[in-house]
């Protein structure tokens, strides 16, 4: 059987790309992710997948079509669903792909996230593999959660310190304390 995995970045992959390969599956990589950014974040793990996807042989489509103005409307405004909407997004071009290539699943490699809403993409994948006639192969990836990390860190690749959105960076960096906050000025 032949699956389409969605790649949100390298060291996600390495799991379960594993797992997929190790249940038989051949496993057509796609890259797509408007969430990224800014753009130099997003140049940093696509060329991180490159690399990777050559030393594991890896097909890899990177779907780079404009999608930043669909990401920010809906997406916004910035509240507890924008994941939902982002995972929509991002899941539906590969249930998309996965039609087009006439592949017999697709799968996410968001499932490998312990900071993922697990619940929230089986449920959207589900529905879109129902919608574009795909199954939607869910399987939970964090079981490899340590594992990913230390061969990551093994391999050199380069590990992202946020999801990948404006939203999740400003989580990542913006002080838990508005008050915490600080101006520097030059005199």
């Given amino acids: 059987m032949k699956v389409l995995l969605h790649i949100c970045c390298a060291p996600c992959t390495i799991y379960p790309l594993r797992v997929l390969r190790g249940e038989g599956f051949t496993v057509q990589g796609y890259f797509f992710n408007p969430n990224i950014h800014p753009w130099k974040e997003y140049e940093k ?40 909407a982002c995972y929509h997004i991002r899941l539906e071009a590969a249930a998309r792909q996965a039609r087009a290539l006439n592949l017999d699943a697709f799968s996410t490699t968001l499932l490998y996230s312990r900071r993922q809403k697990h619940d929230w993409i089986k449920e959207t994948g589900e529905g879109l593999g129902l919608r574009f006639g795909v199954p939607f192969l869910y399987r939970d990836f964090r079981l490899g959660w340590q594992e990913g990390i230390r061969i990551s860190k093994e391999l050199g690749l380069y590990r992202q310190p946020y999801c990948g959105c404006l939203f999740s960076e400003k989580e990542r960096y913006a002080p838990k304390n508005p008050s915490q906050a600080t101006v520097k000025t030059h005199s």
């Fill in 45 to 84: 793990r696509k060329e991180t997948l490159v690399h990777y996807a050559a030393e594991t042989d890896l097909e890899v489509i990177f779907d780079e079509k404009d999608a930043l103005k669909a990401f920010l409307e809906r997406t916004y405004p910035w509240d507890d669903h924008r994941c939902r």
